[in-house]
């Protein structure tokens, strides 16, 4: 995969699409940042380095968050600026949806589901970095 590509698939479009609206629908949901699950779907889907998807999460949420950070991503090459925009995109009628729901629940079951992602997510990750230090 050609890192900085211009010409998207419509199946990459779709995907990348997809990752932003449930990034945005978990965050007004229960309120994490994006990058839970953002970081996790551009490794597992996309195909991007861990230090790629960290980039380019912080690309879409550099406005509110972390200029500096990205710079020095982007310094070390570690940006997707295409991922990243149509990402925060969609993240954003994500969040819309996502704190619409939350607000109509229990505040307990909210907890629930954070606490359920955030267990599937640790544990994803911790076998893919244990998986790779194998190699």
Same mark, same amino acid.
């Given at each position: 995969?050609?890192?900085?590509?211009?010409?998207?698939?419509?199946?990459?479009? #779709?995907? =990348?699409?997809? $990752? /932003?609206? !449930? &990034?945005? *629908?978990?965050?007004?949901?229960? +309120?994490?940042?994006?990058?839970?699950?953002?970081?996790?779907?551009?490794?597992?889907?996309?195909?991007?380095?861990?230090?790629?998807?960290?980039?380019?999460?912080?690309? #879409?949420? =550099?406005?509110? $968050? /972390?200029? !500096? &950070?990205? *710079?020095?991503?982007?310094?070390? +090459?570690?940006?997707?600026?295409?991922?990243?925009?149509?990402?925060?995109?969609?993240?954003?009628?994500?969040?819309?949806?996502?704190?619409?729901?939350?607000?109509?629940?229990?505040?307990?079951?909210?907890?629930?589901?954070?606490?359920?992602?955030?267990?599937?997510?640790?544990?994803?990750?911790?076998?893919?970095?244990?998986?790779?230090?194998?190699?």
């Amino acid at each position: 995969m050609n890192f900085n590509k211009m010409n998207l698939t419509l199946n990459e479009i #779709l995907i =990348l699409l997809a $990752i /932003g609206v !449930l &990034a945005g *629908m978990i965050s007004g949901f229960i +309120g994490v940042g994006g990058g839970i699950v953002i970081v996790p779907a551009l490794v597992y889907f996309m195909g991007l380095t861990q230090h790629q998807a960290q980039g380019t999460s912080l690309l #879409l949420m =550099l406005p509110p $968050i /972390g200029i !500096l &950070a990205v *710079m020095n991503y982007q310094k070390a +090459g570690n940006i997707n600026w295409w991922y990243g925009g149509i990402i925060a995109l969609a993240f954003i009628i994500g969040g819309y949806f996502g704190s619409k729901i939350s607000l109509k629940l229990h505040p307990g079951i909210v907890k629930l589901v954070f606490g359920i992602i955030m267990i599937y997510v640790s544990i994803k990750m911790i076998l893919s970095g244990y998986n790779s230090i194998k190699q």
